[in-house]
């Protein structure tokens, strides 16, 4: 498979007065240059209630500061505090073309040309995208075969135009979840919720939120049953491209519709990183020839916080801890993740 890369974003606050929508196309990528990384800066909007306060400060502060310099610095400090993180991605994908980077509901001030430029202390001439399409480019074909983009663009409180109520609701929530006396930790899973993801007992099924309030009563926001309605209506021939989101925090691939055994295969959802000692991710092997790619997902987690990791699963080690690495794959039925 000869995949073309074409990278898209919307910037709502370009320099000119008129929205700017922009493209680049990439030459075809082949074999093991594929190995493409994507990723995102979380932090920029939303938080503790202490980030809240010192966003409102910094803005106010006696310095006269645009909300542009705000985050430009707040981009700087966070580069600065990482240097290990943001040079091996420079090291190993940036300086050969193969990073690209897209924003979500967390960063979307990456879409002010004048925030994004502070990326550059990083990574030289990095342009911030929405979505990455790929392409089969294989005998003249222009077949769409994947979609990869965060997911608050159908979020009900987290869309572009929503954004400001996604937002409130964040900075109120962690407002009361601060608080002295709450011993809540929103969106933060507990510890048996990794080891139940790495023993086979993470549900796999997408989800449904209600129509009136968008949002279901743990709070989740993205309804995965409307969304694959709307991908079957707009592919009837189940021709339909591979479809990769995060923003859910929910991982899930080839995942069940509520109530029935139907399953939408072209689907996978890559988690999040705040599980305890673990992050789940995707990976895509673009080395593999043919019309069907090898998309997986995957868990990255610290031995020593999952009893019983098998030694096959070891790969690496860093600061002394050991590092493993297991394929989370649909169990037969498709109703719950299972280790491989």
């Known amino acids: 498979m000869r995949l073309r890369v074409k990278r898209t974003c919307r910037r709502r606050r370009a320099p000119s007065p008129s929205t700017r929508r922009c493209s680049s196309t990439t030459p075809p990528i082949t074999g093991s240059s594929s190995r493409t990384a994507t990723s995102r800066t979380s932090g920029s909007r939303g938080g503790s209630a202490y980030g809240v306060a010192y966003e409102w400060a910094k803005a ?11 985050y430009r610095e707040h981009l700087a400090r966070t580069i600065a505090n990482y240097p290990g993180i943001y040079g091996r991605i420079e090291e190993g994908f940036h300086r050969d073309g193969r990073y690209v980077r897209l924003f979500g509901n967390h960063d979307d001030v990456l879409e002010d040309p004048a925030v994004a430029a502070g990326l550059h202390d990083a990574h030289p001439d990095l342009e911030v995208h929405e979505h990455l399409v790929l392409r089969d480019g294989a005998a003249g074909a222009e077949r769409t075969v994947a979609v990869v983009t965060h ?11 929503l954004a400001a109520l996604g937002r409130f609701g964040t900075w109120f929530g962690s407002t009361v979840a601060d608080a002295p006396f709450s011993e809540s930790h929103p969106g933060m899973p507990p510890p048996e919720a990794t080891l139940a993801m790495l023993s086979g007992r993470q549900p796999n099924v997408l989800t449904r939120v209600s129509p009136v309030l968008g ?10 049953v409307w969304l694959a309605d709307a991908f079957r209506a707009a592919y009837p021939s189940g021709d339909d491209p591979w479809l990769i989101l ?6 899930v691939h080839a995942a069940r519709l509520p109530g029935t055994d139907d399953r939408w295969d072209r689907y996978i959802n890559g988690g999040c990183g ?16 043919g019309a069907d790619p090898v998309v997986q997902l995957v868990a990255w987690f610290d031995a020593a916080a999952v009893p019983d990791t098998p030694d096959d699963a070891l790969v690496t080690s860093h600061a002394g801890r050991r590092i493993a690495r297991r394929v989370l794959a649909p169990s037969e039925d498709g109703s719950v993740l299972v280790p491989v």
């Open 246 to 251: 995060g923003h859910t925090h929910l991982p």
């Open 215 to 224: 949002a279901n009563r743990d709070l989740y926001s993205l309804d995965e």
């Open 60 to 70: 106010r502060a006696g310095r006269r500061w645009s909300s542009a310099d705000v």
């Open 274 to 289: 705040v599980h305890h000692q673990m992050v789940t991710a995707i990976e895509w092997d673009g080395t593999v020839v």
């Open 151 to 161: 997911g608050h663009q159908v979020d009900s409180w987290n869309a572009a135009d």
